[in-house]
């Protein structure tokens, strides 16, 4: 996780921006589409693409970014559309609409990005190599293995740096400290998100498919998970 974060750290400028309470639809739409571009970008350019040998975009391929982003973006706005078009002024709904929702939403869409964009990896599967590197075969299961790892560590990730900032808000607000400075909740929130966003993996022979497991000898082998 510590490697993960310093490589996804640039992105916490958008993760932010997705997260501030906004006034209207437009501004959570847009850094809501900032956040998943940024994304789906980091998803494809740190795939595993092994199994493609030409190391070039397909017309699916291309289809997925582009739709992973779209829906992705409109779901992450699902909460500021939901009080802006119903009229939703109660106290606690509004709580749940920007403290609490956003934590399972920002975690769920983070996976669901890394699924989408690394579809193909299901279908074609990525090299597995033995201990010495050398190249044993290409595996559909470590391939769903690899981004379903992925999926869970960046939901992980999204949510904590979701969760975190709203707890602290939440404790902050109850001090005698934010009653008499109001101002310092806003500033506390971008950094308590910032720093809360903060590869080789050895998969067991038996996992993988039958033909692989007759090219050797070695009881464990190694594939490159992706970030």
């Not at 932010?16 to 789906?40: D, R, T």
């Not at 964009?117 to 559909?140: H, L």
């Not at 707890?167 to 909740?185: A, G």
Request: some cysteine.
């Amino acid at each position: 996780m510590s490697l993960l974060f310093f490589i996804y750290f640039p992105t916490f400028i958008q993760v932010i921006g997705s997260l501030l309470p906004h006034k209207g639809v437009k501004p959570a739409f847009f850094w809501q589409f900032l956040l998943q571009s940024y994304s789906a970008g980091f998803n494809y350019t740190n795939r595993n693409a092994t199994s493609n040998k030409e190391h070039k975009a397909t017309l699916k391929q291309i289809l997925l970014v582009v739709g992973a982003v779209t829906y992705a973006t409109c779901a992450g706005v699902i909460p500021q559309f939901a009080a802006n078009r119903y009229g939703l002024r109660n106290p606690s709904v509004q709580v749940f609409l920007r403290s609490v929702l956003p934590v399972p939403l920002a975690a769920l869409l983070a996976a669901y990005n890394v699924v989408i964009v690394r579809a193909e990896e299901f279908e074609n599967g990525i090299q597995v190599f033995d201990s010495s590197g050398k190249a044993v075969g290409i595996s559909q299961k470590a391939g769903s293995q690899a981004v379903n790892e992925t999926a869970v560590s960046r939901a992980a990730l999204m949510g904590t740096t979701a969760a975190l900032p709203s707890l602290l808000v939440f404790l902050l607000q109850r001090t005698r400290l934010s009653l008499r400075n109001p101002l310092l909740v806003a500033p506390f929130r971008h950094i308590s998100a910032a720093l809360a966003l903060g590869l080789m993996l050895p998969i067991r022979k038996e996992k993988l498919e039958n033909e692989l497991q007759t090219t050797t000898t070695n009881e464990q082998l190694f594939y490159h998970r992706g970030l």
